[in-house]
């Protein structure tokens, strides 16, 4: 049976960059890098968590799940 020991980096897929980027960052964890908008519109930033890296994805299309 196969036991993953580590991950290597996650993605996330969200509707506010902004508001994502300040939380994180408020929580410590180090911005590495971020690019965009490009054309199309996609932002995407790099964060480290620990080892790790958490990659973050935000596009307009991109709907929020919430309910009001």
Not at 21 to 44: C, E, K, M, V
């Amino acid at each position: 049976m196969l036991r993953p020991k580590a991950l290597d980096h996650v993605g996330l897929k969200v509707t506010d960059m902004d508001k994502t980027l300040h939380f994180y960052q408020r929580l410590g964890l180090r911005l590495l890098r971020t690019s965009g908008p490009n054309a199309a519109g996609l932002r995407s930033a790099v964060i480290q968590v620990g080892s790790q890296e958490l990659n973050v994805f935000s596009h307009p299309e991109f709907v929020s799940s919430a309910k009001a």
